[in-house]
C-alpha cells in the first residue's frame, strides 16, 4: 500500500471543505499532477463535501490538461447546468474553450464558441484569431477562412496576427499559392507583414518542397531589414532538406553560424533531415552522435533517424533508434510509430504492421490518417484490406467519441 503523504493525511484526518481542496487541487494543477488532482476530486465527491464553481472550472483545467474524454469535462458543465448559474457556465465555457484549443480539438473549441456566443458572450479579435490558429494547426484551411470570415462580419479588422494564422492553415494544408495571396492581401489592406509572416512563406513553399520560391522569400526578408531569426534560417534549411539539396543545407547551416547563432535542436533536426533523404547516413549518424553528446536530441530527432534507416531497409538500425527513446526517457509520437511500420510496410510484412499498431495502441498513442495509408500499403490480398478497412473505420469511430462534443 502506497505510503500517505503529509498533505494527503491532513485530508484524512480534518474533513476539509470545498475551500481547503480547491487549494490542493490549484496546487496539484500547478504542478502538473493531473492524475492526483482526479484522485483527490473523486475523493471530494464520495466524501459528499459540497463542490462550487472553483471546484468545476479547475478540474475543467485539470481534464483538459491531462487530454481526457471530453465527456468528463462536460460532467463538470452538467453539474453547473443543473443549478442554472449563468454568469458562471460562461467562465466555465471559456475555461473549457481554452482547454480544448490546448488539447488540439478545435472542433470541439468551435462547438464550446458557439455555445458561448448563445449564451450572450461576445468574442474579441484574439478568440477568433486563436480559433483561426487552432485550425491551422490541423491543417484545416476551409474550417479557418470560416472563422476569418465570421471574425469580418463580427467588425473586427484582421491584424497581422490573424493573417498569419489563416496563412499557417493554408500552408498547413499544402497551398502556398494561397498563403501568398493573404500574404498579398495583408499588404495591400496596409498591414505590414511581420517577420512572423515571412518565416510562414518560407514554410509554406518548403513544405511543397517549392524550395526556390522559399530562398526567394528568406530574401525578401532580408531586403525588407529584417534579421532572420533561428526559425527563419531553420524553415530555409527544412525547405532545402526536402528537395535533397544538402550543399545549400550547408551553406546556410554556416550562414547561422556566422551570423552567431547556435543551431538550436530544430534546426538541427532539419540539417538530420537533409542528410537522411540524401542518404548520407554516415553523415548523419555522426550529427546524431554529436547532438545525443550535447543532449540536444528530442523525439523529432529520433523520428528523422527512424524514417530515413526504414527507407533504406536498414531495420535493425531503424530499431536501435526507436529503443533509444525509451533510453532517454523520450515518448515515441505517432510519426516515430508511423515511420517504424511504414519500413515494415514497404516489404509488406502485414503481420509485423499490425504487431507495432497494437503496440502504439497499448502505448496510448493515437493513429491518425497517415498510420491508416501506412496500414492499407502493407496489405498484399483482399482479405488484408477489408481488416485494415475494419480497423480504420473503428479508428474513426473512436475518435468521434474522444474528440468530439
Not at 471530494?44 to 472550472?57: A, F, L
Not at 552567431?260 to 537533409?274: C, E, K, R, S, V
Not at 483482399?382 to 475518435?399: L, P
Request: some cysteine; hydrophobic content about 40%.
Amino acid at each position: 500500500m502506497q505510503a500517505l503523504t503529509p498533505t494527503d493525511r491532513f485530508m484524512v484526518v480534518f474533513s476539509p471543505g470545498a475551500t481547503v481542496y480547491n487549494a490542493y487541487l490549484d496546487g496539484l494543477l500547478k504542478a502538473r499532477c493531473s492524475e492526483k488532482a482526479v484522485e483527490v476530486y473523486e475523493r471530494m465527491k464520495r466524501e459528499r463535501c459540497r463542490t462550487n464553481t472553483e471546484t468545476y472550472t479547475l478540474m475543467i483545467n485539470v481534464y483538459g490538461k491531462a487530454r481526457q474524454a471530453t465527456f468528463s469535462l462536460w460532467k463538470c458543465l452538467h453539474h453547473l447546468t443543473e443549478k442554472s448559474v449563468l454568469f458562471s457556465m460562461i467562465t466555465i465555457l471559456e475555461n473549457l474553450f481554452l482547454c480544448q484549443l490546448q488539447s488540439k480539438q478545435p472542433m470541439s473549441a468551435m462547438k464550446v464558441f458557439k455555445e458561448m456566443q448563445s449564451l450572450g458572450c461576445k468574442a474579441n479579435i484574439c478568440t477568433y484569431t486563436a480559433l483561426v490558429n487552432a485550425f491551422a494547426r490541423e491543417g484545416l484551411c476551409e474550417k479557418a477562412e470560416e472563422v476569418f470570415e465570421e471574425m469580418q462580419q463580427a467588425g473586427h479588422e484582421p491584424d497581422v496576427y490573424a493573417y498569419n494564422a489563416l496563412m499557417e492553415a493554408y500552408s498547413r494544408a499544402g497551398f502556398p499559392q494561397a498563403a501568398s495571396e493573404i500574404f498579398s492581401l495583408m499588404q495591400h489592406m496596409g498591414c505590414e507583414p511581420d517577420r512572423a509572416s515571412y518565416n510562414i512563406l518560407v514554410d509554406a513553399y518548403g513544405r511543397a518542397g517549392l524550395h526556390r520560391e522559399a530562398e526567394a522569400v528568406f530574401e525578401s526578408l532580408k531586403r525588407q531589414g529584417m534579421a532572420p531569426t533561428m526559425k527563419s534560417h531553420m524553415l530555409l534549411l527544412a525547405a532545402h532538406a526536402r528537395s535533397g539539396n544538402v550543399a545549400r543545407c550547408e551553406e546556410v547551416m554556416a550562414q547561422l553560424h556566422k551570423s552567431g547563432l547556435a543551431p538550436d535542436t530544430f534546426a538541427l533536426n532539419a540539417m538530420l533531415n537533409a542528410y537522411g533523404r540524401a542518404g548520407r547516413l554516415g553523415d548523419m549518424e555522426r550529427l546524431l552522435a554529436a547532438m545525443e553528446r550535447r543532449g540536444t536530441s528530442d523525439v523529432g530527432t529520433y523520428n528523422v533517424a527512424v524514417n530515413a534507416y526504414g527507407r533504406a531497409g536498414y531495420l535493425e538500425r531503424m530499431e536501435a533508434a526507436f529503443a533509444s527513446l525509451e533510453r532517454r526517457g523520450l515518448a515515441a509520437d505517432v510519426v516515430t510509430w508511423t515511420s517504424r511500420m511504414g519500413a515494415y510496410a514497404r516489404k509488406k510484412e502485414y503481420r509485423r504492421c499490425l504487431e507495432i499498431f497494437e503496440e502504439m495502441v497499448d502505448a496510448g498513442c493515437y493513429p491518425d490518417a497517415g498510420t491508416a495509408k501506412v496500414l492499407v500499403a502493407a496489405c498484399s490480398d483482399e482479405r488484408q484490406v477489408e481488416q485494415v478497412t475494419a480497423i480504420v473505420r473503428s479508428m474513426h469511430k473512436e475518435a468521434k467519441t474522444l474528440f468530439t462534443i
